[in-house]
C-alpha cells in the first residue's frame, strides 16, 4: 500500500465517528448474515423447482443492498432504468461498496475475480447471491465463456467491470474486451443487448472527493472501518444508459469500445487513464 491509500484507509476517526461504527456495525451484521440465512433457506427451494433461474432470492439480496447503504448513510440516485432484453451490464468499477449500489438498483449477478469467494463475509454472500467466480489464467478462458454462456441463457444479467481493477472513483480507465466475447457466440449474439451503467460516488461534505473509492493495495477492513465512521450526506449516482444490441456491435472490441463510450461520457471526468491509480 502506498501513502496515498494508506492515508485515505487510515484517516484518524474522531468521537463522533466511532459512535457513528459501535451504532452501524451490528446493524450492518444483522442485515447481511441474517438475510444471508433467510436467502439460503430460500434457495433450498428455489434450485430444485427452478435451477438457473431464481425468480425469488435477488429480491432479498436487493433488501440487503438498500438498507446496508441506508445504514452507512450513502443516498442512491438513479437515472434510466435497466434494460429488460436479456444481455449483460458493464459498469466503471471504484469501490466494493460498487456489489450494494448496483444491486440496490437492479436484480443482477456479478462476474468476480476467483478470489473473492475465499474473503470472509464478503465471499461468503457473493457466492449465496449467484456470484460468478472466474480465473484471469488464459488457459481457462474457454471454460469461462462457456459459463457465462450458460448463465446468460438461462436469461440472468450478469454484470462485470471491463476495467479489469477497481479504480479511486475518480476516473474511467480503458475496457478490456476479452469478456465481451461470449456475447458472439452463435445463438446468443442475435438475442443479447449490453447496457453500459456509470456509477459516481459523491463524498460527504468536507470528505475526500475519493472517500469511497478503494483500490490498489487497500485492505477491506480498514476500509469498511472508515465507511462505517462516516457522516451522513454520501451519495451515489446509477447511471443506466441505452442498451447496446451485440449484433450490430459487430465484434467484441467494437462492443467494449461501444460500452466504454457511454460509461465514459455519464461519468463527471470522463478522463483517459492509461494505467489504474496506484
Not at 446496508?68 to 450513502?74: V, Y
Not at 460468478?132 to 436469461?155: D, M, Y
Not at 469478456?179 to 445463438?187: I, K
Not at 467494437?254 to 460500452?259: G, I, V
Request: charged residues 20%.
Amino acid at each position: 500500500m502506498n501513502w496515498l491509500e494508506n492515508e485515505m484507509v487510515h484517516r484518524p476517526i474522531g468521537a463522533g465517528g466511532w459512535l457513528r461504527l459501535i451504532l452501524r456495525a451490528p446493524v450492518l451484521l444483522a442485515i447481511n448474515f441474517g438475510c444471508l440465512l433467510l436467502l439460503l433457506a430460500v434457495r433450498l427451494l428455489e434450485r430444485p423447482i427452478f435451477g438457473l433461474r431464481r425468480p425469488l432470492t435477488p429480491w432479498i439480496t436487493q433488501f440487503v443492498c438498500i438498507t446496508s447503504l441506508m445504514t452507512l448513510g450513502i443516498r442512491v440516485r438513479r437515472q434510466g432504468r435497466p434494460m429488460t432484453e436479456r444481455g449483460a451490464i458493464v459498469a466503471n468499477h471504484g469501490s466494493w461498496l460498487d456489489i450494494y449500489t448496483l444491486n440496490a438498483c437492479a436484480r443482477i449477478y456479478f462476474v468476480s475475480k476467483a478470489e473473492v469467494a475465499k474473503w470472509p463475509g464478503i465471499g461468503w454472500l457473493a457466492r449465496a447471491t449467484g456470484t460468478v467466480f472466474i480465473n484471469r489464467r488464459g488457459g481457462e478462458a474457454r471454460a469461462q465463456q462457456s459459463l457465462f454462456e450458460q448463465r446468460l441463457r438461462a436469461g440472468h444479467h450478469l454484470l462485470f467491470f471491463p476495467e479489469g481493477t477497481s479504480t479511486d472513483g475518480q476516473r474511467i480507465i480503458p475496457f478490456k474486451s476479452t469478456l465481451f466475447a461470449a456475447f458472439f457466440a452463435p445463438d446468443l449474439k442475435d438475442i443479447l443487448s449490453v447496457q453500459p451503467v456509470t456509477v459516481v460516488y459523491r463524498a460527504p461534505p468536507g470528505m475526500d472527493p475519493r472517500f469511497h473509492g478503494w483500490w490498489g493495495g487497500m485492505s477491506f477492513g480498514p476500509h469498511l472501518k472508515q465507511m462505517l465512521a462516516a457522516p451522513g450526506g454520501g451519495s451515489v449516482d446509477i447511471i443506466f444508459h441505452d442498451p447496446i444490441s451485440v449484433a450490430q456491435a459487430g465484434d467484441r472490441k467494437r462492443l467494449a469500445t461501444k460500452a466504454e463510450a457511454a460509461v465514459r461520457a455519464g461519468h463527471p471526468s470522463g478522463a483517459l487513464l492509461e494505467e489504474p491509480v496506484s
